[in-house]
């Protein structure tokens, strides 16, 4: 199976490693793992004063604080996951992502708002369920 796992650093983040680590036949050698964090792009303003190559160094810089532990944590169970980083909209990117690369699961934690507080605030969960065609397995 081709997993994409969407990881943000958070402490959800680690309730779902923690969750997929306790199944089996989720978390196996045999599948096959991408690891996408997504870091919101910097304001234009932010942008065009400090420069190109600075902020691809800061997004890199954050997408590596995120991707860092989750890679060592995987690898101490045998499984070596590529990785991706993006800059933009969170929700958009991971169903893009996993609809193009041709997943078979994406799973991610979620922050567990609730019904109102997904509409208030809006949820990454929320616009992955409703624009993703891959099944999306949400860890709380």
């Known amino acids: 199976m081709k997993i994409l796992l969407a990881v943000d650093g958070s402490a959800f983040t680690?309730?779902?490693?923690?969750?997929?680590?306790?199944?089996?036949?989720?978390?196996?050698?045999?599948?096959?793992?991408?690891?996408?964090?997504?870091?919101?792009?910097?304001a234009p303003r932010v942008r065009s004063a400090v420069g190109k190559d600075v902020v691809a160094a800061y997004h890199q810089e954050e997408a590596e604080k995120v991707l860092g532990p989750v890679t060592k944590f995987l690898l101490r169970h045998g499984i070596d996951a590529k990785t991706m980083a993006k800059?933009?909209?969170?929700?958009?990117?991971?169903?893009?992502?996993?609809?193009?690369?041709?997943?078979?699961?994406?799973?991610?934690?979620?922050?567990?708002?609730?019904?109102?507080g997904n509409l208030v605030m809006g949820s990454v969960a929320t616009q992955v369920l409703s624009h993703c065609k891959v099944p999306v397995l949400l860890v709380r």
Request: charged share 15%.
């Open 14 to 42: 680690k309730k779902m490693l923690a969750y997929l680590a306790t199944h089996e036949d989720l978390f196996s050698t045999h599948n096959s793992y991408t690891l996408l964090t997504v870091s919101p792009q910097l």
């Open 87 to 116: 800059v933009g909209h969170a929700g958009e990117l991971i169903s893009n992502t996993a609809d193009s690369g041709k997943f078979d699961l994406v799973v991610m934690g979620s922050h567990g708002h609730g019904t109102f």
